[in-house]
């Protein structure tokens, strides 16, 4: 089991920047890919970012790249997403997961197997 813990979440106004946090905890080497998603009101949750726990490439979605940027400390096992230049339609749940299994593709959320209970991010204009 992998428990997860997202924090930083807030209100800023557009332009500026946050940066949320996800403690993991319990079985952490058993998590083979991190991911961020986020999930706006009436609408399907989306893949944000995503890497790998031990080594690998990293992931963004085309509407973040160039402004996210995803990060880990495995010393502290805790992932990270630096979120710049933020927009209105940024705002959303975000949500830390984590992936057991290779394979797949990293921007489906039901391939992901713990997650945790979200952190509220709001982008005014």
């Known amino acids: 089991q992998v428990q997860l813990v997202e924090s930083g979440g807030g209100s800023v106004q557009a332009g500026g920047s946050l940066r949320l946090s996800c403690a993991a905890s319990?079985?952490?080497?058993?998590?083979?890919?991190m991911g961020w998603f986020r999930q706006a009101p009436g609408k399907e949750r989306e893949a944000v970012a995503a890497m790998y726990f031990i080594y690998g490439p990293t992931y963004y979605a085309d509407s973040v790249k160039g402004r996210f940027i995803i990060s880990r400390d495995n010393a502290k096992n805790t992932l990270y997403l630096q979120m710049n230049r933020l927009k209105p339609e940024d705002t959303a749940m975000y949500y830390c997961?984590?992936?057991?299994?290779?394979?797949?593709?990293?921007?489906?959320?039901?391939?992901?197997?713990?997650w945790g209970q979200g952190t509220q991010v709001t982008v005014s204009s």
């Open positions: 997961a984590a992936k057991r299994q290779q394979g797949g593709v990293w921007f489906q959320p039901t391939q992901y197997d713990y």
């Open positions: 319990g079985n952490t080497a058993s998590s083979y890919l």
